[in-house]
């Protein structure tokens, strides 16, 4: 896992060494294992070293040593005629390196990236299709000179693009691009509307304006000599699979197989692995097979509790650990330690985060790296895979009444009042109706000044969605890609390498080929990764009846130790009175504060507020003319 640049000059513009040199080294939390700079001429051959004249394309690495630690993995790796600077993981690089032997190739390193660049030699852009991993690479083939850009099918990995007038500047992290000469990082007003009003964000773009990820599952060619680039080209295609399989029981048994194959293969690395276990069902799943596959050895487990809270979840941590032998390793964010840590904490993120929870897996990362673990597995994604989130849920209750197929839906809910099924569905059903209700009726009706349109927030079209439609969305598109994008930013703060078994894509594809009717089952949801887990797991856990995310005390919080410091910031000239009248934000902290319980909209919208706030300070985003309070 590392972090990258790439600056390619337009139009016989000069490359800067010292930029690249920056840029380079602002992601040094990325990979603090080593770095390396190469220059290339306008052809893609390497230079021996900068010539102001003859340089048209510089690339910068930043090394997590995973794989191979020795200095025969240092990066930008060449190859022939190929240079690559990549952050990622290809988990399937044992396999692909010995096909790639029998076809002819050799290797000199024992690393995964010399396996992508003996993989593009042998199947140019064919070869993103074969990697199973997560990656954000700029390879340069001197050959047909041109770069090219490639990122995983999930995003898991980050890559960024801007354009300025003399160059084409590739990127790990937004806050890079401050290293290059006459460009500005300014806010993106739509970007940052749209996350104040509906919590939402978009996929393909970012909070900065010109800054563009590159989208998921593509890869994409530019071309040496002109810098004009070609359209995203994707390599994946989920949304062509079929839903077939309806028997719980195979799907599940389907289940069990490649899940285990998934975690074995994401636990090859030759530096300690651990796991992230917050005692939810996804994550305990990730720790109990991987605590299977380490005979003789204790799994190094990383939790964050908050003792004598509701939202503490460590009977479940706990009980997982005793079942899986594993060792635990607890720690408690604090507010006075969020206040502390608050300025760095946004830079870390380069744009604007959701809860507090982000926050709470800040200081869990902290606490892996501490632990001296820089690799660690995670339960992320498992709600994608199986649509089981409460806009999930709804929808396919919804599909299922208004599509004139009610027998589903009604054997759903009746079956569980049955003695094996979930009863506490119905104690959870008004609350998803309330946040539904809330989300039609515009949340926090929190006053945004003129500008750009806030783009609408997902609901509406995941509730209009076919099921199978709406399966790719919950993967590709609601929840996922900005969670994936703050647990980059919170691990590799501290040079820690997070990894996802349920985005490994063989077996997110064989759950795309589930049916409702399968995932749904008496009240329950996940029906085939309950039933693929019964055995490894305690009954309490496979068969808990409540669900919840990774969640914090931010009501409590906002309402008790952080309200002195949001009522002086709501007190002052701010930059984002910009955005937001201040009036409707002093009234929206107001119904926080006041509130035994404040609605989630509410305190959710009052922590976006204040977090936008200090990341247009941090990033300097202030415009020159802000409206004052």
């Not at 460009?183 to 773009?205: C, I, M, N």
């Not at 902290?366 to 709600?383: C, E, I, K, S, Y």
């Not at 598109?477 to 919170?490: A, E, F, G, M």
């Not at 078994?501 to 409702?516: N, R, V, Y």
Request: glycine residues 8%; charged residues 25%; hydrophobic residues 45%.
């Amino acid at each position: 896992m590392c972090g990258i640049v790439a600056i390619l000059s337009r139009r016989g513009a000069r490359l800067d060494p010292e930029a690249l040199e920056r840029a380079t080294d602002l992601v040094a939390h990325r990979g603090p294992d080593g770095r390396g700079t190469a220059w290339l001429g306008r052809d893609g051959r390497p230079l021996a070293a900068y010539e102001p004249n003859g340089a048209a394309l510089g690339l910068g690495h930043r090394r997590l040593a995973i794989l191979d630690l020795s200095a025969l993995g240092s990066q930008p790796m060449r190859r022939g005629p190929l240079t690559l600077t990549y952050n990622g993981e290809i988990y399937n690089y044992v396999e692909l390196r010995r096909e790639l032997i029998g076809l002819g190739h050799e290797f000199s390193t024992e690393t995964d990236t010399e396996v992508v660049l003996a993989a593009y030699a042998q199947w140019d852009t064919g070869c993103f299709a074969r990697l199973r991993g997560m990656w954000g690479l700029v390879l340069v083939d001197a050959e047909r000179q041109r770069l090219v850009l490639s990122r995983d099918r999930l995003g898991i990995k980050p890559l960024y693009a801007a354009l300025t007038p003399d160059y084409l500047v590739v990127v790990s992290e937004p806050k890079q691009l401050s290293a290059i000469p006459g460009f500005r990082l300014e806010p993106d007003a739509q970007a940052v509307r749209t996350y104040l009003a509906t919590g939402f964000e978009a996929f393909d773009r970012s909070f900065f304006r010109a800054v563009d990820p590159l989208p998921p599952g593509t890869w994409l060619t530019v071309d040496l000599r002109t810098g004009e680039s070609g359209s995203p080209e994707p390599f994946w295609f989920p949304e062509q699979i079929v839903a077939s399989t309806s028997d719980v029981t195979f799907a599940a048994d389907m289940f069990s197989e490649r899940f285990a194959d998934a975690v074995r293969v994401h636990m090859r690395s030759d530096v300690p692995v651990g796991c992230a276990l917050s005692g939810g069902l996804d994550s305990s799943s990730v720790a109990a097979v991987a605590a299977k596959l380490l005979p003789g050895k204790h799994l190094e487990t990383f939790s964050v509790v908050f003792p004598g809270h509701p939202s503490d979840e460590r009977s479940f941590i706990d009980l997982v650990a005793r079942h899986t032998q594993a060792n635990v390793h607890l720690v408690t964010p604090t507010p006075v330690q969020f206040l502390e840590d608050f300025d760095r904490f946004v830079w870390t993120h380069d744009e604007p985060v959701g809860s507090l929870s982000q926050y709470a897996a800040y200081v869990l990362a902290r606490l892996t790296r501490a632990a001296g673990v820089p690799v660690t597995l995670n339960g992320q994604g498992g709600d994608e895979v199986f649509s089981a989130y409460w806009q999930c849920l709804l929808s396919n209750l919804a599909n299922g009444f208004r599509g004139g197929h009610p027998l589903g839906p009604l054997r759903f809910l009746l079956g569980a009042l049955l003695p094996s099924g979930n009863a506490a569905l119905f104690g959870e059903l008004p609350g998803m109706f309330r946040r539904l209700r809330d989300r039609r009726a515009g949340g926090t009706a929190l006053e945004l000044r003129p500008g750009p349109g806030a783009a609408a927030g997902p609901l509406g079209a995941v509730l209009r969605m076919t099921e199978s439609e709406r399966r790719v969305f919950d993967v590709r598109q609601l929840i996922l890609p900005r969670l994936l994008k703050w647990d980059d930013r919170n691990f590799m703060a501290f040079s820690v390498e997070g990894r996802y078994p349920f985005l490994d894509h063989p077996l997110i594809e064989a759950c795309l080929g589930f049916t409702a009717s399968s995932l749904y089952h008496k009240g329950w949801v996940k029906e085939p990764l309950r039933r693929a887990l019964a055995a490894d797991l305690p009954l309490a856990v496979v068969r808990r009846k409540t669900k919840v995310g990774f969640e914090t005390p931010q009501p409590d919080w906002l309402r008790g130790p952080l309200r002195s410091a949001i009522e002086t910031w709501l007190a002052a000239d701010a930059p984002v009175w910009q955005f937001v009248e201040p009036g409707a934000a002093r009234r929206l902290a107001e119904r926080v504060f006041r509130a035994d319980a404040p609605r989630r909209e509410d305190h959710e919208a009052l922590f976006r507020l204040w977090c936008l706030e200090r990341w247009l300070r941090v990033f300097s985003l202030a415009p020159r003319n802000a409206a004052a309070a």
